[in-house]
T-cell receptor, first 111, second 111 residues
Framework: AQRVTQPEKLLSVFKGAPVELKCNYS??????LFWYVQYSRQRLQLLLR??SRESIKGFTADLNKGETSFHLKKPFAQEEDSAMYYC?????????????FGQGTTLQVKP | KAGVTQTPRYLIKTRGQQVTLSCSPI?????VSWYQQTPGQGLQFLFE???????NKGNFPGRFSGRQFSNSRSEMNVSTLELGDSALYLC??????????FGPGTRLLVL
């Protein structure tokens, strides 16, 4: 079964603290993994994708195929990082734009 | 480029009615995907259209249908509305299978 699991519904940290948003996936092939973010009153937008291996707004994520994880990390959280974060999987072998989303984690960065 | 637009933004219907939602993709994008977002189930894939053909379909009943026009605009229709259909309906567009760009959503309330 194709599934994305984000075990934490809410993650609350203080400004300047490290952040790690967990994402585990279940997929037998080679998926593409993404992190999407939704700031308050804004539309869902792409934060980063594993194949580009880039850092956006200080966030990074490494695909660990052995542990089937794609955790999102940032060394020092900022208040503007407060948002809803979704991990998503696109079946790698499919000619499709379909995304399978996790339930999402609300990140709350306290001053 | 203008972003993905969805109309209407808000809609109130009663049980048993039907509803049609519209999505205009980013210019040049040929793929349009639809998602249902609810607090309990999160973001769930409904279907994807590419060049006027349904390319992929999620696990929703036949009451949910869609179509895509030659200008890539897409509509989704829900017939015989049920209370559980109350949700935020998001559409996303991409050129083919790449990054999905999301619209602001249509919030449907079924009374």
């Amino acid at each position: 079964a194709q599934r994305v699991t984000q075990p934490e519904k809410l993650l609350s940290v203080f400004k300047g603290a490290p952040v790690e948003l967990k994402c585990n996936y279940s997929y037998s092939g080679s998926p593409e993994l993404f992190w999407y973010v939704q700031y308050s009153r804004q539309r869902l937008q792409l934060l980063l994708r594993h194949i580009s291996r880039e850092s956006i707004k200080g966030f990074t994520a490494d695909l660990n195929k052995g542990e089937t994880s794609f955790h999102l990390k940032k060394p020092f959280a900022q208040e503007e990082d407060s948002a809803m974060y979704y991990c998503a999987l696109k079946p790698g072998s499919s000619n499709t734009g379909k995304l399978i989303f996790g339930q999402g984690t609300t990140l709350q960065v306290k001053p | 480029k203008a972003g993905v637009t969805q109309t209407p933004r808000y809609l109130i219907k009663t049980r048993g009615q039907q509803v049609t939602l519209s999505c205009s993709p980013i210019s040049g994008h040929r793929s349009v995907s639809w998602y249902q977002q609810t607090p309990g189930q999160g973001l769930q894939f409904l279907f994807e259209y590419f060049s006027e053909t349904q390319r992929n379909k999620g696990n929703f009943p036949g009451r949910f249908s869609g179509r895509q026009f030659s200008n890539s605009r897409s509509e989704m229709n829900v017939s015989t509305l049920e209370l559980g259909d109350s949700a935020l309906y998001l559409c996303a567009s991409s050129f083919s299978t790449e990054t999905q760009y999301f619209g602001p959503g249509t919030r449907l309330l079924v009374l």
